[in-house]
Structures are given as C-alpha cells and as structure tokens.
C-alpha cells in the first residue's frame, strides 16, 4: 500500500525521499523493521490474550525432561508470526505482482489449516485435532493452485536466450520471456532440468502434458515440507530459527532470480519479477526472528499448527516460485530428517512386531530432536546444535549454484 502511495506522491509532487520505495533493498530493510515490531510489541499482548482466555499448551506424557514445565504455555502464537509477514507485505510490496498475490494466499490458506487444527485441540480438548486427511486435503489443495497458477498464468515466465539463425549459420541471440518447464538443480548440465525430459519415454507429444507431473511435484513438495516443519516444532525455538535461516536464503535466491545481471553472473535462469519476494521473505524473516523473543528457551509461547505448517508451506511455496524446489532436500535438510525419522522409526517398529511379536526401535524417540532429549542432552544445546547444521546446509545450497 505504501508502494503506491510514495510512488503517487514522487511521480506527483516529487515529494522527498518517496523515491527510496522504488528500491528493493529498502522496502526489504523497511519489511524486515516492521515485522520485528510487530512480534516484539504487540507479540506480548497476543500473548496475554490467549493466556486470559487459557488457550494453553496440552503436553503429552513422554517422559522428556522438562515437559511439566510446559504444560499450560499458551499456544497458537502463531497468529503472531502470521501477523508479523502479512502487515509488512501488504504495506511494502506491490501487490498486483503475481508472485506476492500467490503468497499471501498461501498464507492465509496455510494459517487456517492450521487455527481450525490448534481451535479443535484447545477448544474441543481433542489432542487429536483435525484430521490428517482433512490437513493433507488442504496441503494438496494450495498445492494444486500454485502449480496451476504456475503453468498457466501469462506473467510467470523466465527470460531465455534465444538464437537466431538461418538456414546455415547462427546470427545471433535474444532474450525472450516465456513459459518454461525448466528448474534449477545442481550436477546437471547448465545447472538445470527441464520436466518435460520426464515424459521423454512417451514420444514427443506428451512433452506438452508434463505440467501435469509438475503439478504431482509440486502438491508432493508442499505436502512434504509443510509437515517437516511441523515435525520440527517440538523444541523452543527451534522451528522458528531453521525457518528463519532457510527463509535469509531464499531471499537471496528470489534477488539473484529477478535481478538480471546477478543471474546472469551466476549462470541461472532470470525469472522476471521475482524481486518481490525479496520483500516477503525479508518479513518472513523477521517474524520468526521476532517471535523467538517469546519462544526462546523457556518459551513464553508455542507457535502450534497454526504456525509450523504455515511456515513450511510458505518456504516450500517461495521455493517452486523461484525454480529452486529441488535444492529443497539440501537447504530443508533439518525438516528431511525430521520426517525421515519418524517414518523410519514407525516403519521399522511395525516390521520388527509383525516378524518377530515385539516392536523394535531405530531411535530412543521420534522426531530425532526427541532422541537426543532422551540421550539427556538440554534442549538448548539441541536447538543450537540444529541450527549450526541448518547454516552449513544453507552455505552447500547456495554453493550448488556454481556447481556444474
């Protein structure tokens, strides 16, 4: 909103200073602010809100040290961090860039699964909550918009070079924006794969259906990612400091995508636009940097669903949009863990009780961060831990970039 207001008034009444909005470093400088005042001022009256009206933190018996010193933390804070991304974008971006209408949807829609899942465990003293076809229901469902969104609306295209020649010889090169099923990946040719070689096996004209497996993809990766960051939100801070880490890289993976001379220099598609998200993630940033003020080690607040399966969609969203989605695996190596590990215990007891009548374990606990709560090491430790691995993944994803 901002956006148009300084832009009227610079294009207008040259008014001073309005000119800086035309800059994306200082809208994102400007999100990044808002959104830590935000969390930090009226963070503290959320949270006195849902203590008044005693939406505390129902915490099961695992037998994990510290956990009575939980019960009764309120929850659903993460309409904190939802407010924290949602008043910054809507008041520094340009909200008719396709790319930022998407992930204010994505929000919204991600948030709302998870209120109604955290209102259900609160109010309807349901430990269960919503039911896991409904969450998965409404994962596919974001999913299938954004790579539908993806595939046929106009202004998503990358620019691409294009030679020009005649029958003989190449004259020369242009670059065009198009439509385009290309994606960045590292260890390939030209750092990039093209989905359509997915359908090579079934002639050349189903080339023009491979939207439809990165449709699959796409509804896989939101899914998947959403989740792990659920998974993750078992320890103060620690879904909050992996989203923000992932969340400073992204950012600068949607300024390299929209900056052309920045692309160029690395040899990546320049994807048009995409600057925007810049501003989004910058505020993304901010909120979980924001809220880990009360969600630090004693945690004053829990994020909930309402929070965790909003941030791993927002991260998982930014990814696709940027053409970045299959670096996923590196940078939201924290998350892959996470789900691994759960799958990996659950999948191994049932095998070991079917063969032999008694269950066996991989780990002492699933998710991993729970084993190592059993191994008697603090949270804190843990949580720090975690977070130095998710910096190292960060450096190797951004390395992979000018890896060929």
């Known amino acids: ?3 148009y207001l300084f832009e009227y008034l610079q294009n207008t009444y040259d008014f001073p200073g309005a000119g800086l909005f035309q ?11 808002t959104s830590l005042i935000v969390s930090l001022v009226f963070g503290g009256k959320i949270i006195n809100i849902i203590r008044n009206k005693q939406i505390g933190e129902q915490v099961r018996e695992l037998g994990l040290a510290g956990e009575e010193s939980k019960k009764g933390t309120p929850t659903m804070g993460g309409l904190i961090i939802l407010a924290a991304i949602l008043i910054p974008t809507l008041l520094f971006t340009k909200l ?6 998407i992930m204010i949807v994505s929000t919204l829609w991600l948030g709302a699964i998870g209120f109604i899942d955290d209102y259900i465990k609160v109010y309807k003293k349901d430990k269960e909550g919503l039911a896991g076809r409904f969450k998965i229901l409404g994962q596919v469902g974001i999913g299938l ?3 539908l969104v993806m595939v046929f609306h106009t202004d998503i295209v990358v620019k691409e070079e294009v030679k020009l020649s005649t029958e003989t010889e190449i004259i020369g090169s242009v670059d065009l924006a198009q439509k385009s099923s290309r994606t960045t990946t590292p260890f390939f040719k030209n750092n990039e794969f093209d989905y359509q070689d997915l359908t090579s096996w079934m002639g050349d004209s189903a080339k023009d259906y491979a939207w439809i497996f990165f449709i699959l993809i796409v509804v896989i990766i939101v899914t998947a990612v959403s989740n792990g960051a659920n998974m993750t939100d078992g320890l103060d801070g620690l879904a909050t400091g992996t989203s923000a880490i992932i969340g400073a890289t992204l950012a600068l993976f949607s300024y390299v995508s929209g900056n052309i001379i920045a692309a160029d220099y690395l040899n990546i598609m ?6 925007e998200l810049v501003i989004y993630m910058s505020a993304f940033v901010g909120a979980c940097v924001g ?3 009360y969600n630090s080690y004693p945690a004053q607040v829990f994020m909930g669903d309402t929070g965790s399966l909003a941030l791993g969609g927002i991260i998982a969203v930014v990814a696709i949009l940027i053409r970045k989605e299959l670096l996923i695996p590196i940078l939201c190596g924290i998350f892959l863990i996470e789900n691994v590990s759960v799958m990996l215990q659950v999948g191994y007891f049932k095998y070991t009780k079917k063969k032999y009548g008694v269950g066996k374990r991989v780990f002492k606990m699933a998710p991993l961060h729970h084993h190592y709560q059993k191994l008697g090491m ?6 720090t831990r975690f977070w130095i691995v ?3 993944l960060a450096v190797i994803t951004i390395v992979t970039l000018k890896l060929r």
Do not use: C, Q
């Not at 320049?270 to 600057?275: K, L, Q, R, V």
């Not at 603090?378 to 949580?383: D, G, M, T």
């Open 23 to 33: 800059y994306i470093s200082f809208r994102a400088a400007m999100a990044i602010i």
């Open 390 to 392: 998710g910096i190292m």
């Open 270 to 275: 320049y994807i048009p636009n995409t600057g």
């Open 1 to 3: 909103m901002l956006y």
């Open 378 to 383: 603090h949270e804190s430790k843990i949580v």
């Open 291 to 293: 809220f880990m003020w």
């Open 145 to 147: 918009i954004v790579g």
């Open 96 to 101: 008719d860039n396709i790319y930022i209408i």
